[in-house]
């Protein structure tokens, strides 16, 4: 088992920056793909950032096209840490922010909710306009 647990959300104004963090504990693995997906009220969840293992000490990230060149996912193994930096904040990236992992293959993304075992419990964002 794998436990998840987010912090670092709150609320902002438009044009702001919050960093979430993604603690994980239990059975963690440097070769698992972690990744970050928000919900907003009456929708889907949906995919915001993952990164993945592409062997020693590569990874690789992927994003929703709604918000590559603002966030930035990044990982420290050592402090069993998942980050994301969210820049340029707008109204609409108003959501909870789950934190995830995942067993993929090797450079393989995982974009579905799907594709995920471990959730953490979420962190609320919300930015005004």
């Known amino acids: 088992q794998v436990q998840l647990v987010e912090s670092g959300g709150g609320l902002v104004q438009a044009g702001g920056s919050l960093r979430l963090s993604c603690a994980a504990s239990?059975?963690?693995?440097?070769?698992?793909?972690m990744g970050w997906f928000r919900q907003a009220p009456g929708k889907e969840r949906e995919f915001v950032a993952t990164?993945?293992?592409?062997?020693?000490?590569?990874?690789?990230?992927d994003y929703a096209d709604s918000v590559k060149g603002r966030f930035t996912i990044s990982r420290d193994n050592a402090k069993n840490t998942v980050y994301l930096q969210m820049n340029s904040l707008k109204p609409e990236d108003t959501a909870v922010y789950y934190c995830a992992a995942g067993v993929s293959r090797i450079a393989t993304f995982l974009v579905s909710p799907y594709e995920y075992d471990y959730w953490g419990q979420g962190t609320q964002v919300t930015v005004s306009s």
């Open positions: 239990g059975r963690t693995s440097s070769n698992y793909a």
């Open positions: 990164t993945t293992w592409g062997g020693g000490r590569t990874y690789y990230a």
